[in-house]
Structure formats: structure tokens, C-alpha cells
């Protein structure tokens, strides 16, 4: 599946991606503000497109005009603790390159995303989590409509081996319809 949009193309994974994902991913600003280690070599990076961005509805973020990779964003099922959850919902997680920071490329890709979570795939709520100190996503979520949940405290961050605050937001599909006639979108 791809998704394109005015400046984007949301795409699976390839192999050949490992050079562009390990020149982002290796930043220490983005890995572990979003629970995971930075990367250390395009080898490791080529092994976390194997094995992690192989998922299922997991996307590459990339700019229309060169089709490389600047990002990931990807919708699985939710890691919430602390709340009910219906079969139905979705979490959608996301990053960016530092270079590709406060141009609203992660905000374009999750409403593409939101779009397809709630008119094809029948999601009844989407969920979204930052941990504590991550201003840029907590801000990126509320500009695309969630809203503030609920905290689990001394959340296991397993890939950083470290106890964590966790901060959930959701979006329910009749929020969401309502954003798209208010014709906000989230902002």
C-alpha cells in the first residue's frame, strides 16, 4: 500500500532504504526521545527494516520530489495499559529526521493515515503516546486532533532499559468526523 500526498509518499520499507534510515536514525535527538536505541551502522539499520519496519501498515515518510526516506509511521494495535480498549482501535506511532523538524511533514502523514484507519480499516478510536519531555510529539498529536488521555507512570521502556512516564492521547472516530466537517482536520 501507498499513500501520496501534496508533499509526501508514505511507502513500505526496502533494503535499499538502510543508507537514508541509519543518516536519521543515528541522531541521538530522535531514537530514544521515542523509546528505541540510535542506530549504529546501515547494517543495523538494514536489520530494523527486516525485522521492526516489516510490520504490517508500517511506512517510510518520504519526500515526493526524491522518494527517500525521512521518517517512519506505522498503526498496530495498542499498547495501552490503563484503559479499556475496543478490538477496533488503533495506535499510530511516527518519527522524523531532526533535518525535516516543524515543516508539518509528520502532521500530512498522520491525516493520511487517520483517513485510512477510520474509513477503511473501521477504527473506532486511534491512540498516540509521547513520553515525558517529548514536547514536539505531544504538540504534533495535538495539532492532529488527539486529545490527552490519560499517564501510566514507571512504564518499562524495554529497548532503552528504562523505567519511563508515559502520556497517551486519543482520537475517536466521531472526533474525528467532526474535525473533517468543521474542515479543521485538527488544528
Not at 540510535?38 to 522518494?67: K, Q
Not at 483517513?115 to 473501521?122: D, H, M, R, T, V
Not at 514507571?154 to 472516530?173: D, G, P, S
Request: proline share 4%.
Amino acid at each position: 500500500m501507498r499513500f501520496l500526498t501534496e508533499r509526501l509518499i508514505l511507502r513500505p520499507w526496502e533494503e535499499s532504504d538502510a543508507g537514508s534510515l541509519y543518516e536519521y536514525a543515528k541522531d541521538p535527538a530522535v531514537g530514544p526521545m521515542a523509546g528505541w536505541p540510535v542506530h549504529t551502522s546501515v547494517e543495523n539499520s538494514r536489520e530494523i527494516i527486516r525485522t521492526v519496519l516489516s510490520e504490517p501498515e508500517t511506512y517510510a515518510i518520504c519526500l515526493r520530489e526524491d522518494n527517500r526516506a525521512i521518517g517512519s509511521i506505522g498503526l498496530f494495535a495498542p499498547t495501552v495499559l490503563q484503559a479499556q480498549t475496543d478490538a477496533a482501535d488503533l495506535e499510530i506511532g511516527f518519527w522524523i529526521g531532526v533535518p525535516f523538524w516543524g515543516h508539518g511533514y509528520v502532521p500530512e502523514a498522520v491525516k493520511v493515515l487517520q483517513k485510512y484507519a477510520f474509513e477503511e480499516l473501521g477504527c473506532t478510536a486511534m491512540w498516540c503516546a509521547f513520553y515525558d519531555g517529548n514536547k514536539k510529539s505531544a504538540r504534533c498529536q495535538e495539532k492532529c486532533g488527539f486529545r490527552f488521555h490519560h499517564t501510566e507512570e514507571a512504564k518499562q521502556c524495554v529497548l532503552m532499559n528504562e523505567i519511563r512516564t508515559e502520556h497517551f492521547t486519543r482520537l475517536t472516530r466521531e472526533e474525528w468526523s467532526l474535525l473533517q466537517k468543521n474542515g479543521t482536520g485538527g488544528e
